[in-house]
């Protein structure tokens, strides 16, 4: 099983910069996918960023170039680093787990999640 906990959302001035942090607990050595996820308010919820199992990091054509993915395997933390923000990018973000392979196409990744956060909010304007 999966506990993960997200915080550090708040309000910023468009240009500004959050970090997001997700505290990772997990109760067995099995392999997982960490993914960043948004939701607006009235919006599906998207994929915005993952980590996979392997280290390596994909980004959402929405962000890239602007949000950076990290971790600290110390502290079992992993972070968003969400630089040059748009009001485009408000939402309740979320980290998820996904246990088994991620799909090929992460835009659709949202449905596979096993475990997800309680959500941290994010209000640019």
């Known amino acids: 099983h999966v506990q993960l906990v997200e915080s550090g959302g708040g309000s910023v001035q468009a240009g500004g910069s959050l970090r997001l942090s997700c505290a990772v607990s997990?109760?067995?050595?099995?392999?997982?996918?960490l993914g960043w996820f948004r939701q607006a308010s009235g919006k599906e919820r998207e994929w915005v960023g993952s980590?996979?199992?392997?280290?390596?990091?994909n980004y959402a054509d929405s962000v890239k170039g602007r949000f950076t993915i990290s971790k600290d395997n110390r502290k079992n933390m992993v972070y968003l680093q969400m630089n040059s923000l748009i009001p485009e990018d408000t939402a309740m973000y979320y980290c998820?787990?996904?246990?088994?392979?991620?799909?090929?196409?992460?835009?659709?990744?949202?449905?596979?999640?096993?475990?997800w956060g309680q959500g941290t909010q994010v209000t640019v304007s």
């Open positions: 997990v109760s067995s050595a099995n392999d997982y996918c």
């Open positions: 980590l996979d199992s392997d280290g390596r990091i």
């Open positions: 998820g787990v996904d246990t088994g392979a991620p799909p090929e196409d992460l835009d659709s990744w949202v449905q596979w999640i096993d475990s």
